[in-house]
């Protein structure tokens, strides 16, 4: 399984191998529509992920990431970018259900 931060360690050489390979792995984010988007998706991903911060670019955002804080079997918070205002980072929260618990945001 592709964990999220694996892109990290992925050599120039082999981006294009590595972008196939994780687009068959149905925990990898991609954007819109993926697996963090829905509360199914969200419950899968903090039950079957260990605990700990993973991050992957954000599609929206060149050059800003998307940060998971994942406590497994828990619940998770996903911090972003704004689509509000991106001079602010917004903060969800999820039960282990992956469904909403609360929404704050912080300066960027």
């Known amino acids: ?4 931060n694996d892109i990290m360690n992925v050599e120039a ?15 990898y984010y991609n954007g819109p ?6 509360a199914e998706g969200r419950a899968k991903f903090c ?13 929206d955002y ?5 940060w998971v804080f994942n406590n497994q079997g828990q619940g998770l918070v996903i911090k972003r970018r704004s689509h509000v ?9 999820f039960d282990a259900e992956g469904n909403q ?7 960027a």
Do not use: C, H
């Open 13 to 27: 050489e082999d981006w294009e191998d590595f972008k196939k390979k994780a687009a068959q792995d149905e925990l």
């Open 62 to 66: 060149p050059k800003y990431k998307i």
């Open 47 to 59: 039950r079957l992920n260990n605990s700990g911060v993973f991050r992957k670019d954000d599609p």
């Open 85 to 93: 205002d991106p001079n602010l980072m917004e903060n969800v929260e």
């Open 101 to 107: 618990i609360s929404k704050s945001y912080e300066p």
């Open 33 to 38: 529509g993926d697996l963090l988007d829905t």
């Open 1 to 4: 399984m592709i964990q999220p």
